[in-house]
């Protein structure tokens, strides 16, 4: 008699840091980690917008996560980056997001997910935050992509 295996479908997060927390993109979504450069400002933008970057012929809105989250700026911090993700898979889509710095990449099994916790932060993020993840000493908050590109377009 032979035995089956189930084995569990695991997925890829890329883990950064901002503000001393650990959040989590889905690694798929990711398309480039730069390192920051200053954005060129956009007149009469939202405050967590830092501004638009050229990277390979496309013109790429970089939203500042520290804002978002009320947290003061911090132009110290030497791991600085811009996370380049698409929002719906294609090439045709592209936010960055600039972080405090990016951490490592990992996979994870959905049943490791646990429900959201609510943090203190403000509601542009919290919308975004839907499940976190407890990793070695690490907590993770996993960030919706698509919710959070809703909370930026609005």
Known sequence: MEETIETAATESV?????G???????TTKIRHILEAT???KVPLSKDYILGIIN????MIPVVDLRAMLNLPSDDTLPETSIIVVSIDGTNDSYIGFKVDEVDEVF???KQQLQQGVVIETSNLVQRALNSTLHVDDKFIYM???DELAKVVEE
């Open 14 to 18: 890329t883990s950064f840091k901002v």
């Open 38 to 40: 200053q954005p060129t």
């Open 55 to 58: 990277n390979h012929g496309n």
């Open 107 to 109: 996979d994870y099994t």
């Open 143 to 145: 960030v919706n992509l």
């Open 20 to 26: 001393g927390e650990y959040f989590g993109f889905e």
